[in-house]
């Protein structure tokens, strides 16, 4: 440690305290890493659902197969209106979506549009 402070030119003091702040950026280092892959990488915003009733409102996150939804439970997703909700059982009587980006072969439905979507699709395979 002594010839560190004398190549540094820095006190005992001042040493020590830059190895303080190299310890606490290495903790916080592992601590940040650590976190990233314990939290889910999006989530999706929970939406209002009404079902049968009106006056009864649910809120939560809810996941959905274009394959398979009703043209009015795709209504249900973030920019996705009755017109676009036509568009998509037009495509999937035609051919199957394979995959969530498939999506994206729908006119209407760009890369931006995907991705507030992607939280809410989920293709189930036969």
């Given at each position: 440690m002594s010839r560190l402070g004398e190549f540094f030119d820095f006190s005992a003091a001042q040493l020590r305290f830059v190895l303080a702040l190299c310890a606490v950026a290495a903790f916080l280092t592992v601590y940040l890493l650590v976190r990233s892959y314990?939290?889910?990488?999006?989530?999706?915003?929970?939406?209002?659902?009404?079902?049968?009733?009106?006056?009864?409102?649910?809120?939560?996150?809810f996941l959905l197969d274009p394959n398979t939804a009703p043209p009015d439970s795709l209504e249900l997703l973030p920019g996705i209106g009755k017109v676009l909700a036509d568009r998509i059982v037009q495509y999937r009587e035609s051919r199957r979506f394979q995959r969530e980006v498939d999506i994206t072969e729908v006119q209407g439905i760009g890369p931006k549009q995907y991705e507030r979507l992607r939280p809410y699709l989920r293709i189930n395979h036969p």
């Open positions: 314990t939290t889910p990488a999006h989530r999706a915003p929970l939406l209002p659902v009404i079902v049968g009733e009106p006056d009864r409102e649910l809120v939560g996150a």
